[in-house]
């Protein structure tokens, strides 16, 4: 029997931090929150929800993080990766895992956020605490399509205001005898 070569421990090491530098590239908001006093059942949970709304739910050494972010030229705060700490990264809507966080937040007190952040901008707390808060992607570009809508439509009713006005007072010249 041949003996397989086995990977170091570095070698394991450089191979997630390549992967995990790979992911914080492609996503478009990072967030890291503390996740400690959730079960492993509200972990599970939430690492569904977040995966359904377009993005991923990791935990991994904060060494190999700040490696990865090091990587992608992000600087964390110094006492930002401390402690037990989640990355949620967003691939397709840039808010929604957010949102998933503080929803669960609400429902069970955890996780709570630390910072992230937005493309390459850093963000606090309350950045992201903001950000959870806002309306789903559907609704604002629902809101934005209604009140571009409404000047028209409101042009379109004084348009057709003189008109009506017109065929109102034919039909009352129609009624009238002769």
């Given at each position: 029997m041949s003996k397989q070569k086995q990977k170091s421990k570095r070698d394991i090491k450089k191979d997630k931090v390549g992967a995990l530098t790979e992911k914080i590239?492609?996503?478009k908001t990072l967030t890291f929150a503390n996740y400690h006093g959730l079960s492993a059942g509200q972990i599970a949970e939430l690492r569904a929800k977040i995966k359904?709304?377009?993005?991923e739910f990791l935990?991994?050494?904060n060494t190999l993080?700040?490696?990865s972010l090091k990587s992608n030229n992000l600087d964390a705060p110094a006492s930002g990766l401390t402690g037990p700490t989640a990355a949620i990264l967003a691939y397709d809507d840039e808010i929604a895992p957010?949102?998933?966080i503080a929803q669960s937040k609400k429902a069970f007190g955890f996780p709570t956020f630390k910072f992230g952040f937005f493309g390459k901008d850093l963000l606090d707390?309350?950045?992201l605490e903001k950000l959870a808060n806002l309306p789903a992607r559907q609704t604002l570009e629902a809101q934005v399509v209604g009140s571009l809508a409404?000047?028209?439509?409101?042009f379109v009713?004084?348009?057709?205001?003189n008109i009506r006005n017109l065929v109102s007072i034919l039909e009352q010249v129609a009624k009238r005898p002769i």
């Open positions: 590239g492609r996503a359904l709304s377009g993005g935990v991994e050494k993080v700040k490696l957010i949102r998933e707390f309350e950045a409404s000047p028209i439509s409101g009713n004084v348009l057709s205001a």
